[in-house]
């Protein structure tokens, strides 16, 4: 169990999958924008979605700034995102967005960038 969810899967795969969804290295998260994303509750259906859109979707309203990488554009160029919120905080909707993708989220002075991990 990670990020209020239950993965079914390989062992292989489960061992993989890293177990935060940011990089090493990367600035402090500020204050403001930790409370935002444990207190802003994400409810929404993606289908489809491009990961910018994705993204700018599950932080409407959130008041945490975030910018795609274009890497991780190209990364993701041919997978749409289809997934499902209902009452989920804001930092396990963007780990549940990006982790499996092979994404992870680089704090850089007060916003969140979306790289490849």
Do not use: N
């Not at 489809?48 to 599950?58: H, N, Q, R, T």
């Not at 499902?84 to 909707?93: G, I, N, W």
């Amino acid at each position: 169990m990670q990020w209020g969810v239950l993965y079914v899967s390989t062992g292989d795969r489960l061992q993989a999958m890293p177990s935060s969804v940011s990089v090493d290295g990367a600035d402090a998260l500020p204050e403001a924008t930790a409370a935002a994303l444990v207190s802003h509750l994400v409810t929404c259906k993606l289908k489809k979605a491009p990961l910018a859109k994705a993204v700018g979707i599950l932080t409407r309203d959130s008041g945490v700034r975030m910018v795609v990488d274009p890497a991780a554009t190209r990364h993701c160029a041919r997978a749409g995102f289809t997934e499902a919120f209902e009452k989920r905080p804001l930092d396990h909707a963007l780990a549940l967005l990006v982790v499996p993708e092979g994404l992870a989220l680089r704090v850089e002075a007060e916003t969140l960038r979306v790289t490849v991990r």
